[in-house]
């Protein structure tokens, strides 16, 4: 077994592949004893965080989707925004499942899914954000919504970065 610094190394000289490298390593580093080197168990838990952030970003915006002070485009935007997230969360979850059957002659194609998977969430994400653009939004709604939509969308292609990097 590797020492924790080997591990923790690792994780961050893996982070460097990243788009968000410091985000990459301040949210992968407390599973480096379970990631030790390996690249596969790196992506599993990059998925894992993405995944755990996208259902807390998909609960947030289905609760202010609930607010009854929104107009009519707000309303309709964050609507839109919590079935972005509810697709967003589905691929993901998708992709950790078929990142444990990862074996044999399937691998190719099984990597090949996840990577549509992940790309397709990051998809999902950023079309909710870009319907927040422009000034008739109300600003706390939009803030809020972004501040959190642009956080999981840099988890998830940290994950994306990941993954193709294990091929």
Same mark, same amino acid.
């Given at each position: 077994?590797?020492s924790n610094?080997?591990?923790?190394?690792?994780?961050?000289?893996?982070?460097?592949?990243?788009?968000?490298? &410091? *985000?990459?390593?301040?949210?992968?580093?407390?599973?480096? $004893?379970? +990631? #030790? =080197?390996?690249?596969?168990?790196?992506?599993?838990?990059?998925?894992?965080?993405?995944?755990?952030?996208?259902?807390?970003?998909?609960?947030?915006?289905?609760?202010?989707?609930?607010?009854?002070?929104?107009?009519?485009?707000?309303?309709?935007?964050?609507?839109?925004?919590?079935?972005n997230m509810r697709e967003?969360?589905?691929?993901?979850?998708?992709?950790?499942?078929?990142?444990? &059957? *990862?074996?044999?002659?399937?691998?190719?194609?099984?990597? $090949?899914? +996840? #990577? =549509?998977?992940?790309?397709?969430?990051?998809?999902?994400?950023?079309?909710?954000?870009?319907?927040?653009?422009?000034?008739?939004?109300?600003?706390?709604?939009?803030?809020?919504?972004?501040?959190?939509?642009?956080?999981?969308?840099?988890?998830?292609?940290?994950?994306?970065?990941?993954?193709?990097?294990?091929?």
């Open positions: 077994m590797k610094s080997d591990a923790d190394d690792f994780v961050k000289s893996s982070c460097g592949v990243t788009l968000y490298p &410091d *985000l990459c390593y301040e949210t992968l580093s407390a599973y480096a $004893s379970t +990631i #030790q =080197t390996s690249p596969r168990e790196l992506a599993n838990a990059a998925l894992n965080v993405s995944l755990n952030e996208a259902k807390n970003t998909s609960a947030l915006v289905l609760k202010l989707s609930r607010e009854r002070e929104l107009r009519p485009r707000e309303a309709g935007a964050v609507k839109d925004c919590v079935e967003s969360v589905e691929e993901l979850r998708q992709s950790l499942q078929a990142m444990k &059957d *990862l074996e044999g002659p399937e691998f190719e194609f099984q990597m $090949s899914n +996840i #990577q =549509t998977w992940v790309s397709a969430a990051l998809t999902n994400e950023d079309t909710c954000t870009d319907n927040f653009q422009g000034k008739a939004m109300n600003g706390n709604v939009k803030d809020t919504i972004r501040t959190s939509i642009v956080r999981v969308s840099q988890l998830t292609s940290n994950a994306l970065a990941l993954i193709n990097n294990t091929t």
